[in-house]
């Protein structure tokens, strides 16, 4: 079965300095790696996934993340935290190996940024 | 382009009452998705369409629990009777047809707010 783990349930940093949110996954194949994001009273909105090829994914809002298949970790990061990337973030993974087509997702990371 | 519209935004009902969630997708995608997501957890699977016919359900409480999708394009959730538990957002998800060896990003709605007292 694939899961996904975050293991912190919140991260905070300070405006304009660096941002890691830590995930980590479990699949039996080769995975599909998604970051998603959550504002207050919106839906999940795409960032980046991972699929094959480069490790280093580029994403939206100036968002990375880093696929290393020996740690099995999916940690999304960006070099200077904004305010307004304050949210709620979710790891999501999909094993195409399986039949299922649907996304496992983490239990999520609050991300605050402070001024 | 207009995303993936959910209704109602928010519900409160008493527990052993019944609810109906309704989705309307992205034109021209033949997926749809509904998640539940609890307070606290990550969105969880209940139940994914192909055009009309049901591709995994394998999570949805099917005692209480029901969805169509009659027509191919949108979808209802009912739950009947709800539970206490219950309480919780529901997302409804959808995306293009993808094969099993590829991803087509799934776009979300605002969700659902069930609340049972």
């Known amino acids: 079965a694939q899961s996904v783990a975050q293991p912190e349930d919140q991260v905070n940093v300070a405006e304009g300095n660096p941002l890691t949110v830590k995930c980590t996954y479990s699949v039996s194949g080769n995975p599909y790696l998604f970051w998603y994001v959550q504002y207050p009273n919106r839906g999940l909105q795409f960032l980046l996934k991972y699929i094959t090829g480069d490790n280093l994914v580029k994403g939206s809002y100036g968002f990375e993340a880093e696929f290393n298949k020996s740690q099995t970790s999916f940690h999304l990061k960006k070099p200077s935290a904004l305010v307004s990337d304050s949210a709620l973030y979710f790891c999501a993974v999909r094993d195409p190996g399986t039949g299922r087509r649907a996304l496992t997702f983490g239990s999520g990371t609050r991300l605050q940024v402070q001024p | 382009e207009a995303g993936v519209a959910q209704s109602p935004r928010y519900k409160i009902i008493e527990k052993r009452q019944s609810v109906a969630f309704w989705c309307n997708p992205i034109?021209?995608?033949?997926?749809l998705y509904w998640y539940q997501q609890i307070l606290g957890q990550g969105p969880k699977l209940l139940i994914q369409?192909?055009?009309?016919?049901?591709?995994?359900d394998s999570q949805l409480p099917k005692d209480r629990f029901s969805a169509e999708r009659l027509k191919g394009v949108d979808s209802t959730l009912k739950i009947q009777p709800a539970k206490l538990e219950d309480s919780a957002v529901y997302l409804c998800?959808?995306?293009?047809?993808?094969?099993?060896?590829?991803?087509?990003?799934?776009?979300f709605g605002p969700g659902t707010r069930l609340t049972v007292l």
């Open positions: 034109s021209g995608h033949a997926t």
């Open positions: 369409f192909q055009n009309n016919g049901v591709v995994d």
């Open positions: 998800a959808s995306s293009l047809r993808g094969g099993r060896s590829t991803y087509n990003e799934q776009f």
